[in-house]
C-alpha cells in the first residue's frame, strides 16, 4: 500500500512525537515484558513436570493435558470481569494483584499429590492469571495510536517467547535439584518460579503508571502529545457500545481465528518437550534446551515482524500466510529425522507470535472505551478456549496412540483453517472501500491499519 492511500493512523509521525514514543516504549514495555515472561513460566512449566507428574504422584497423559486445559476454561469465563475491573480500579493496583496471586498459587503447585489436586490448583491458576493479557492490552491503547499498538504487542509476546527459551534450561536445572532438602525436582520447580512473581508484584504497584495522565516523566505538555497521538486516525471516535463489542461479527471471526490459533499455541507449548524426549536418551537439560531454540525463533519474529507488516501495510499476508506456514512446519517430525524437524518448526514458530499480534489489533480499530476493555477480555477469553482444547486432545491422543506426535496433524489443521477463516476479517477502512457506509456509522472508527 502506498503512502498516499494508508489511512493516518498508520503515516509516520514528526521525528519529535516519534521519539517521546519511543521514550514510552523504554519506560513501558521492559516492565510489561518481564512481568510476561514470569507469568508464562508459571502457566507453562508443568509441560517440563510433565514426566515427573506421572512418576511420583500419578498424573496420566489424559490427567495431564485435562489438568493443563482446566486452567483456560475458569481463566476465559473470569476475562471479561477483570478486564472492566481493572478499567475502573486501574491497571498499576490490578495488574499488581494479578501478579501476586498467580505466584502464591504457581507455588502452591509443590502440594500436587494426584489428580484431584492438580485440577483444582490449575483452575485456582486460571482464576488468579485472567486478564493479564487483555488488561495489557487494553492499557497499551491508553498510550499508543494503532501503528504503535501491533509494535507494543510484538514486544509484549516477546515475553512469552522469552519464557520458553529460558524456561526449558531453566526448568531442566530445577528439576536436577530432585531431592534436595526432601523434596522433588518438580517441586522445587513450582516453588522457585512462582515466587519471582510475588516479589515483582511490589515493583508493579511502585513503578507502573496507571496511564500518560499518571505517567511522572511527561511534562504536560507531553501527555497533551501522548493523548492526541493515540487518538489519531480516530477522529470519528470509536464505538463505545458494550453490547456491540460481543456480537460484532469481526469480533466473531477474530474470536475463530485466535481459537484455532490456540489450540497449535498450548498444543506445541505443552507437548514439544515430549516429543524432542522422544528423540532419543537426552538429559532433563539438553530437552529444555532443544525445546528453547523454536521459541527463540518466536521471540525473534515477534520483536520484528508485527511492527514490518503494520508499517509496509501487508499485516493481512503476515496473519493469513502465517497460519498457512505454520500448519506446515507443525507435521514436520511425522516425516522428518529430528535435526531437520527441529529447523522446519524453528521456521514455522517465526511466525506464531505475529500472527496473535495482528489478531488483537481488530478490536482496537472499532472500539474504545469500556467496549474496547470489553471487547479484548471477550475475544481473549473465548479464543484461549482453545488453550483447553489442544491439550486435551493432544493429551488423549498421547493416551491412545503412544506418542505425543500424533497429535501435530490435529495442531496442523486448526492452523489451516485459521488462515481461511482470516481471509473474512475486515478493518473499518476496508469496509468503507468495500462501499459500506452502514458499517462506517455503525462502527465510528474512521481509519486503521491495513490487511
Given at each position: 500500500m502506498s503512502n498516499t492511500s494508508e489511512p493516518d493512523s498508520l503515516r509516520a509521525p514528526a521525528p519529535d512525537v516519534q521519539r517521546l514514543i519511543d521514550r514510552n516504549f523504554m519506560r513501558l514495555m521492559p516492565l510489561l515484558v518481564f512481568g510476561y515472561i514470569l507469568n508464562f513460566l508459571d502457566r507453562t512449566n508443568i509441560a517440563l513436570a510433565k514426566a515427573a507428574l506421572q512418576h511420583d504422584v500419578g498424573i496420566t497423559p489424559f490427567d495431564y493435558g485435562l489438568g493443563a486445559g482446566l486452567f483456560f476454561l475458569v481463566y476465559a469465563a473470569c476475562e471479561v470481569p477483570s478486564n472492566l475491573i481493572l478499567r475502573k480500579v486501574g491497571a498499576r493496583r490490578w495488574i499488581a494483584?494479578?501478579?501476586?496471586?498467580?505466584g502464591l498459587v504457581s507455588m502452591a503447585m509443590c502440594l500436587v499429590r494426584g489428580p484431584s489436586s492438580f485440577y483444582a490448583l490449575r483452575v485456582l491458576l486460571g482464576i488468579a492469571e485472567a486478564g493479564l493479557f487483555p488488561?495489557?492490552?487494553?492499557?497499551l491503547t491508553t498510550w499508543f495510536g494503532p501503528r504503535e499498538q501491533a509494535r507494543a504487542t510484538g514486544y509484549f509476546l516477546m515475553g512469552v517467547s522469552m519464557a520458553n527459551v529460558i524456561g526449558g534450561p531453566l526448568g531442566g536445572a530445577l528439576l536436577g535439584l530432585n531431592?534436595?532438602?526432601g523434596l522433588a525436582g518438580w517441586q522445587w520447580l513450582f516453588l522457585l518460579e512462582g515466587a519471582p512473581a510475588v516479589l515483582f508484584a511490589v515493583v508493579v504497584l511502585a513503578v507502573l503508571p496507571d496511564g500518560p495522565a499518571k505517567a511522572k516523566w511527561l511534562s504536560e505538555g507531553e501527555k497533551a502529545v501522548v493523548l492526541a497521538e493515540q487518538r489519531r486516525g480516530r477522529e470519528g471516535g470509536g464505538d463505545t457500545h458494550l453490547s456491540k463489542a460481543f456480537f460484532h461479527p469481526q469480533?466473531?471471526?477474530s474470536i475463530l481465528v485466535y481459537f484455532l490459533h490456540q489450540i497449535a499455541f498450548y498444543g506445541v507449548t505443552f507437548f514439544l518437550p515430549a516429543i524432542i524426549r522422544s528423540w532419543g536418551k537426552l538429559s532433563e537439560l539438553q530437552i529444555g534446551l532443544l525445546t528453547g531454540l523454536p521459541w527463540l525463533c518466536a521471540f525473534i519474529g515477534a520483536g520484528t515482524l508485527p511492527w514490518l507488516a503494520m508499517k509496509g501495510g501487508w499485516?493481512?499476508?503476515?496473519m493469513?500466510?502465517?497460519?498457512?506456514?505454520?500448519?506446515?512446519?507443525?507435521?514436520a517430525p511425522l516425516a522428518l529425522p529430528p535435526p531437520a524437524a527441529l529447523a522446519v518448526v524453528c521456521l514455522g514458530m517465526a511466525v506464531i507470535s505475529p500472527v496473535q499480534a495482528v489478531i488483537f489489533t481488530y478490536p482496537p480499530a472499532r472500539f474504545e472505551g469500556a467496549a474496547l476493555a470489553a471487547g479484548l477480555g471477550f475475544l481473549?477469553?473465548?479464543g484461549v478456549t482453545g488453550g483447553f482444547v489442544g491439550p486435551y486432545v493432544m493429551g488423549a491422543i498421547e493416551q491412545g496412540t503412544g506418542r505425543a506426535s500424533n497429535g501435530l496433524i490435529f495442531m496442523s489443521i486448526s492452523m489451516a483453517l485459521g488462515g481461511i477463516v482470516s481471509l473474512l476479517l475486515r478493518y473499518p477502512h476496508q469496509d468503507l472501500g468495500r462501499g459500506a457506509e452502514v458499517t462506517r456509522r455503525a462502527d465510528g472508527a474512521s481509519a486503521t491499519p491495513p490487511g
Open positions: 494483584r494479578i501478579m501476586a496471586t498467580w488488561g495489557v492490552l487494553y492499557y531431592g534436595t532438602a469480533v466473531l471471526l499485516s493481512r499476508l503476515l493469513t500466510g502465517g497460519c498457512f506456514l505454520l500448519a506446515g512446519c507443525l507435521l481473549n477469553a473465548l
